[in-house]
T-cell receptor, first 112, second 116 residues
Framework: LAKTTQPISMDSYEGQEVNITCSHN???????ITWYQQFPSQGPRFIIQ???TKVTNEVASLFIPADRKSSTLSLPRVSLSDTAVYYC?????????????FGQGTTLQVKP | DVKVTQSSRYLVKRTGEKVFLECVQDMDHENMFWYRQDPGLGLRLIYF???????EKGDIPEGYSVSREKKERFSLILESASTNQTSMYLCASSKLGGDPSYNEQFFGPGTRLTVL
């Protein structure tokens, strides 16, 4: 499973756009990029997944350049409730046993 | 609403005790997982199971065992609890399939275990 690298922590203010970049230099052709969000005292929850270019849902956008060696999670106009840990994962998809590797994640602190 | 439940939110045990952590999912998922989460180390996989009575070691299986007698239930067992097993334990489940969207893991709320 490809390893990912992301910043340990980030600070932001309410109303700002936050971009968290993840590098995954050894990503394989069939791998997908997946992001999870974990609030304090809760388990992580899936927020977005993509293969290439751009994916957008009601929570976030995910930008993946052509070489797919990195990806950027974008949170528009964050609020205090977006304070959480964000995990970037590489998902092998087809043929995978379901095993995923969660690293340390990025702790996002949103300030008023 | 899909659900993964864990038997306890908080648990305090003594060194040497046998500890059972139970996890139940109601989504008919084939895969189930046990993680532990510690500050600065993220989530680390202890064991996972892709079918009843099947199990595979994760990254840190030492000191733990698991049991899966029914599809919906996955138990983590600490045969003889030690203080270094004080941690947050998270259970998760997912479907088994080739499509990456099937690999979404649904987590329970976690059990904070303290071993004295």
């Amino acid at each position: 499973l490809a390893k990912t690298t992301q910043p340990i922590s980030m600070d932001s203010y309410e109303g700002q756009e936050v971009n968290i970049t993840c590098s995954h230099n050894n990503i394989a052709t069939n791998d997908y990029i997946t992001w999870y969000q974990q609030f304090p005292s809760q388990g992580p929850r899936f927020i977005i997944q993509g293969y290439k270019t751009k994916v957008t849902n009601e929570v976030a956008s995910l930008f993946i350049p052509a070489d797919r060696k990195s990806s950027t999670l974008s949170l528009p106009r964050v609020s205090l409730s977006d304070t959480a840990v964000y995990y970037c994962l590489v998902d092998p998809g087809s043929g995978n046993t379901g095993k995923l590797i969660f690293g340390q994640g990025t702790t996002l602190q949103v300030k008023p | 609403d899909v659900k993964v439940t864990q038997s306890s939110r908080y648990l305090v045990k003594r060194t040497g005790e046998k500890v059972f952590l139970e996890c139940v999912q109601d989504m008919d998922h084939e895969n189930m997982f046990w993680y532990r989460q510690d500050p600065g180390l993220g989530l680390r996989l202890i064991y996972f199971s892709y079918d009843v009575k099947m199990k595979e070691k994760g990254d840190i299986p030492e000191g733990y065992s698991v049991s899966r007698e029914k599809k919906e239930r996955f138990s983590l067992i600490l045969e003889s609890a030690s203080t270094n097993q004080t941690s947050m334990y998270l259970c998760a489940s997912s479907k088994l399939g080739g499509d990456p969207s099937y690999n979404e893991q649904f987590f329970g709320p976690g059990t904070r275990l303290t071993v004295l």
